[in-house]
């Protein structure tokens, strides 16, 4: 691989407003600090970016690139770039993150970056932790599962959204170092567990300046209050039993996945739930797309956080701001008319 140069850079700044298309029109809600204490929480040693780049042969309008960079020490973080081959030296850019068990080179992703790029944006897709190029070949869903049943067993990593949270907002270091990004149209849309990773770190990084989570705007605390968690908790289900033989656990409840959170995701169903992170994200662009018939974000917790969010975004008076689009007549998954509005909701907000 091609070596470029190493940047290291400080701390993300934890205040909205600084320049560029998409931030006005209003001041930023009084914060709560949810964003601190949650910088605070995933916050770990910064190292060299140490960015390496390769040309990948494509399209001939395209430019395919791989690239790599460092998120922490011992975490490479893999992914693909793609731009059109025309000259044009600084583009919006659109960060995708895909969903769990997935990567990407997931279909639905590449089609989304061919569709970008033919819109004028920058499209980048990386591989979440124990995904993609960051698992064995033929591990699938084991590595990752592993690791959560790890970090329940001994707190520390967040292999469960968190660490994730991070390797964007190091994703964010690297894209101000290229010249050919505008760093102050960077925006993020990820699919399910992408989702969550996407209104996470838009809450936590201001540099984030448009954010469409697709499929993942939920409230954990109200699954659970709800009796309504058993879904999200499917996608990790082996790694919460074996927890719970641990702790001799004989049925999982409610109550266990609360304690199961609280040591995996600390905060996930209280500080750090939707309710409370959508609202930072005030006054950048958000759109929300959730279904109406999605079990892994019940559809009740979704509107108690988006009424936060609605609340946070007239305080801005940034009203037009935010969205919530509701797939009607729909499950688990992102549907092509909610996929042409999160394409529009770029061109609208990042103007390429």
Known sequence: MRRTKTCLIAAVAITIGTSGSAQGPGAAPPANGAREAFLRLIDRPRVPLSPEVEAVPGAPSVVREHFAFSAQEGERVPGVLLKARDGTSRRPVVILLHGTGGSKSDPQIVKLSEALVARGF?????DGRYHGERARPGARSTEYLAAILQAYRRPGAHPFLYDTVWDVMRLVDYLETRPDVDAARIGVMGISKGGMETYLAAAADPRI??????????????????????????TFQAAVDAAAADAGVKAVDAAFVRRFYDRLV???????????MLPL?????????????DARTPVEGVKEAAAAAERAYGAAG???????????????????????????????????
């Open 318 to 352: 940034a009203r037009d701001r935010f969205v919530l689009h509701i797939q009607p007549k729909t499950g688990h998954a992102f549907g092509e008319p909610a996929q042409q509005a999160a394409l529009d909701w770029f061109v609208r907000w990042l103007k390429p």
């Open 122 to 126: 920058i499209a980048v897709a990386i």
């Open 281 to 293: 994200v005030a006054p950048r662009p958000l759109l929300a797309i959730n279904s109406d018939a």
């Open 266 to 276: 600390p905060g996930i169903a209280a500080e750090f739930d939707a309710p409370a």
């Open 209 to 234: 300046a448009v954010a469409v989570p697709v499929i993942g705007v939920q409230s954990f605390r109200w699954a659970l209050d709800h009796d309504a968690w058993q879904s999200r908790v499917g």
